[in-house]
């Protein structure tokens, strides 16, 4: 009679045939980044979070080292007065977020900076596009998002993260880096980002919702799977150099779809809504923090991510050193 009850019966024996593991080397952590000195506001949507100025987000790096956790996806925020139709600020030298990653690079050599490449953060109109009469252009953004992604080479960023979503943007963003001489700089791109209602605690710590319409005509629709797998084959084609599935939790299948179809690294952004609800949870007595963390991280690896952004990436990190 088989029994798999014999593979459980030990801790020694279930460790030895477990499946899939979770290192410190597949994390990735974010961090919102704000102008100034000696700033570090929670984000009280996301409990644990923080708005960093450049000297706060480091002493938060030089900890997330200690652990062995190398690798940070920067976010700025950028004030209201600074934004404009065209997102200029965002290949402009004063661009603090610029300075961040030159500065960060050169305390902390060895970590791996991840950029956010798309106009929200810049626009006037809180889109990832560039917009007229109401509708979002796509053909007229890759120009702006090919000199952003110039910019933060330029500064530092190892790889680059275009979060936008517009058709070919991969392609311009390859295409301008190669002939500017950055063949070795990276591309994560956002290949399956959902139109998902999980991103509120995001959009509270950059102020960067829309100020009119949604992201439906750019962002894929939830209800889509096999789309995801021509937005990768389009990316591949393109020149990206990992494919993203945004959100996580609510698309595992998605992860594992592109996973089975891919070559590449697949990464999963585990966003700030799921997050939020698992923290909230714990927060409540419902859920045990130390246990259901983890397995929502293992839960994404297992679906097939070879890399996890998470906002608990610290938090798993001091778990993994003991």
């Not at 585990?270 to 045990?288: F, K, N, P, T, Y």
Request: net charge negative; proline share 5%.
């Amino acid at each position: 009679m088989r029994r798999p009850r014999r593979n459980r019966r030990t801790v020694a024996i279930r460790d030895m045939v477990q499946e899939h593991r979770l290192s410190v080397e597949q994390l990735v952590y974010p961090l919102f980044l704000v102008d100034g000195k000696g700033i570090k506001e929670e984000v009280s949507s996301l409990p644990g979070n923080h708005r960093h100025s450049i000297d706060e987000a480091m002493k938060t790096m030089a900890e997330c080292l200690e652990l062995g956790l190398k690798r940070f996806i920067l976010f700025p925020a950028i004030p209201e007065k600074l934004k404009d139709q065209k997102a200029t600020h965002s290949y402009a030298a004063e661009n603090f977020y610029l300075k961040a990653a030159q500065e960060f690079k050169e305390r902390f050599p060895k970590c791996t900076l991840i950029s956010d490449v798309a106009m929200d953060p810049y626009s006037s109109d809180g889109h990832d596009g560039l917009v007229k009469d109401g509708e979002i252009l796509n053909d007229e953004t890759l120009p702006i998002l090919a000199k952003m992604s110039l910019a933060q080479a330029q500064a530092g960023f190892d790889i680059l993260g275009p979060s936008d979503m517009m058709d070919g943007r991969v392609g311009a963003i390859r295409s301008a880096l190669d002939q500017a001489g950055y063949t070795n700089i990276g591309i994560m791109s956002y290949t399956a980002k959902y139109a998902s209602s999980f991103y509120g605690p995001f959009r509270d710590a950059l102020d960067s919702a829309p100020k009119a319409g949604d992201k439906k005509t750019y962002q894929m629709n939830p209800a889509n799977r096999r789309e995801a797998l021509l937005e990768a084959e389009l990316d591949t084609l393109e020149g990206a150099d990992f494919l993203m599935v945004k959100p996580a939790i609510h698309y595992l299948d998605v992860i594992c779809d592109i996973k089975s179809q891919s070559q590449l690294p697949v990464a999963a952004y585990h966003v700030s809504g799921e997050c939020a609800m698992l923290i909230a949870a714990c927060e409540r007595g419902w859920l045990d923090y130390q246990k259901a963390m983890p397995e929502t991280l293992l839960s994404i690896h297992r679906a097939g991510a070879d890399v996890i952004i998470s906002y608990f990436a610290k938090d798993m990190a001091m778990l993994l050193k003991g």
